[in-house]
């Protein structure tokens, strides 16, 4: 170690205990997590990921829509319209075992927009089978019914 080096670390302490000894230092306080709510509704992204986990585990093929993306900023849902997205487009698309879209919404609250509607019963013309289902649960439950009409 060089001198120098020696120096500037013994004068930064030196510094640091003065700041400490005049009370002009504050140690950080430590960030006070809230108690989750045992009551409180799981968003539309925690029933997601739920959902996705489970389709994963089964070894499902699916994709999800980022359509949430288009509200980050102006520019990026400029961005993400002229490559294709679609308002209302649902949640997920599942292709295999069955092939599926679920417009997902949170276990209370959420409806589905005009523009949800129109596309789903696109799809449905298509031959999708389509389905809003309220939580990861009803949802999982919905493709589970269906797989095993197929």
């Not at 949170?106 to 589905?112: N, T």
């Not at 999708?128 to 493709?143: F, H, P, R, T, Y």
Request: net charge positive.
């Amino acid at each position: 170690m060089s001198e120098d080096y020696k120096q500037r670390v013994q004068n930064a302490m030196r510094k640091f205990d003065e700041r400490v000894s005049s009370g002009k230092f504050r140690p950080k306080r430590e960030k006070t997590k809230k108690p989750k709510d045992p009551n409180a509704v799981p968003t539309e992204h925690q029933e997601q990921v739920k959902l996705v986990g489970w389709m994963r585990k089964k070894g499902w093929t699916f994709c999800a829509i980022p359509n949430g993306g288009a509200r980050s900023s102006a520019i990026e849902g400029a961005r993400l319209r002229s490559a294709g997205l679609q308002k209302g487009f649902p949640d997920l698309l599942v292709f295999w075992p069955v092939q599926a879209a679920i417009e997902l919404k949170r276990q209370k609250g959420g409806r589905v927009s005009p523009e949800q509607q129109a596309w789903l019963d696109t799809l449905q013309g298509c031959g999708w089978q389509v389905q809003v289902c309220k939580g990861a649960d009803a949802a999982i439950e919905w493709l589970e019914e269906i797989h095993e009409q197929e």
